[in-house]
Each structure stands twice: as structure tokens, then as C-alpha cells.
């Protein structure tokens, strides 16, 4: 299966071409940079570029894999909405993947780990998991509020790209690994993994995931 991974959730995003076997982990074909600020200009043309290098369409396209939240009010829609469109009319499987899901996969650690974002305003978005040999298991995600998260996290690892954030933990004597944000090839992967498993979502039912907020009050705070 040819497996289109779409990221929007940050400053920066990517797209992926992964091939995707049954049984078998994705073969990524290609990792395309995003440039923050231009989501919605540069979304679609991408996905045709990247496309057509490779010798592809659309009608090859065999399911998606998009993160769904938290991040950015605008570029997750945009991500969403494109998403949306596509598997509509190809009628292919959508992955909803969380970044903090990615995250939490990406620092191939085991036992209990928390995933933090920071989520602007001295909040942060933050994502307990159990991690094993085969996978990752949610606990729970929320929006917490800075200090108070720093004052009251456990010994568990904390895991996070943005460098503020675990400074301030370190500072709190938290144990922290800082780790680099996953871009849509590590998305990609995770995806097929819920595809396999039949997690997946139609166009319907596919909505930004913002851990805590709601749409209205985002609106409201960004306007």
C-alpha cells in the first residue's frame, strides 16, 4: 500500500510517501519539508509534486496518516481538511495519529513515559503512555497549566522537543530526554500500524484532537 503521511501540527511541517507492506514495516520513499505560515498555499501542490517525482497520482494512494493534534488551531485544519477531501474520494482509511503518541514512540524507551508540548500561554500539552516492545498505550492526554504540571509530575520520563520546556523541568529535577519532533515519516509508520489494526477513521469522523480545548475557545484566543 502507498501510504501519504501529512503533518501540520507545528511551526513546520512534512508530507511522506511510505510503501507499506502487510506484516511488515513501511518503506519510506520520501520525506517533504513544509513551510510553516504557508500550510494552505503549499499543502496540495506538495502532495502533487511529490507525487509526480516518484511517479505516482493520487488514484495510488492507498490510505493516510495524519496528526490529528495537539498543535496549531490553523495548520491542523488545514492537514485535516486536505486529508478529509482525499480519502472522500479515493474512499481509502485514515490514521489519526497524536504527536504525542509520536513522540512517545520515538524515544524507544520502555515502561511509563510522559509526552509534553508545549502549548503557548504557560500551558502544556502533556500525554501519559505506557510503552512496550509492541507499542504504545495511551493512560491519558490533557492541557495542563505550566507551573502546575512541573510542580506535580512524577518520576516518570519526561519527553519533549521543545528545549524551554525541558530546561524547566530539569530545573524542577524532573528526569527529562529531550527528543526531536517526529516528522510524517515516523507518522507513516504508526499510521500503517493502526491501519493493520483496523484503527482507523472515515472522512466524517476525523476531527482536530486539541487536548483540552475546544474549538470555540481557541477561536476566540487566536483572533
Not at 509534486?49 to 511517479?55: F, S, T, Y
Not at 488514484?59 to 488551531?73: E, K, Q, T, Y
Not at 474512499?91 to 509534553?116: D, F, R, T, W, Y
Not at 490533557?142 to 520546556?165: K, N, V
Request: one cysteine or more; a negative charge; glycine letters at 10%.
Amino acid at each position: 500500500m502507498l501510504l501519504l503521511a501529512v503533518d501540520t501540527s507545528g511551526k513546520q511541517g512534512s508530507i511522506a510517501l511510505a510503501q507499506c507492506r502487510t506484516g511488515d514495516a513501511c518503506e519510506v520513499v520520501e520525506v517533504a519539508a513544509l513551510t510553516g505560515g504557508t500550510f494552505s498555499a503549499e499543502l496540495v501542490p506538495q502532495i502533487a509534486a511529490l507525487l509526480e517525482k516518484h511517479n505516482f497520482s493520487k488514484a495510488d494512494i492507498g490510505g493516510f496518516a495524519v496528526v490529528s493534534g495537539p498543535g496549531s488551531f490553523t495548520g491542523l485544519r488545514i492537514g485535516l481538511a486536505v486529508v478529509k477531501a482525499l480519502a472522500d474520494v479515493l474512499a481509502k482509511p485514515i490514521a489519526a495519529v497524536s504527536m504525542l503518541e509520536a513522540l512517545a514512540s520515538a524515544a524507544n524507551l520502555q515502561g511509563k513515559a510522559i509526552a509534553a508540548l508545549d502549548g503557548g500561554r504557560n500551558e502544556v500539552f502533556v500525554g501519559d503512555y505506557e510503552v512496550t516492545s509492541s507499542g504504545v498505550r495511551l493512560i491519558h492526554e490533557r492541557m495542563r497549566a505550566r507551573t502546575e504540571w512541573l510542580d506535580s509530575a512524577g518520576e516518570s520520563i519526561i519527553l519533549t522537543p521543545d528545549l524551554a520546556l525541558a530546561e524547566a523541568a530539569q530545573a524542577k529535577g524532573l528526569r527529562v530526554r529531550k527528543v526531536d519532533r517526529p516528522r510524517s515519516d515516523a507518522i507513516a509508520r504508526l499510521g500503517w500500524k493502526k491501519i493493520e489494526s483496523g484503527e482507523v477513521v472515515s472522512p466524517e469522523a476525523l476531527e482536530a484532537d486539541y487536548v483540552g480545548r475546544s474549538e470555540s475557545d481557541l477561536f476566540v484566543k487566536i483572533s
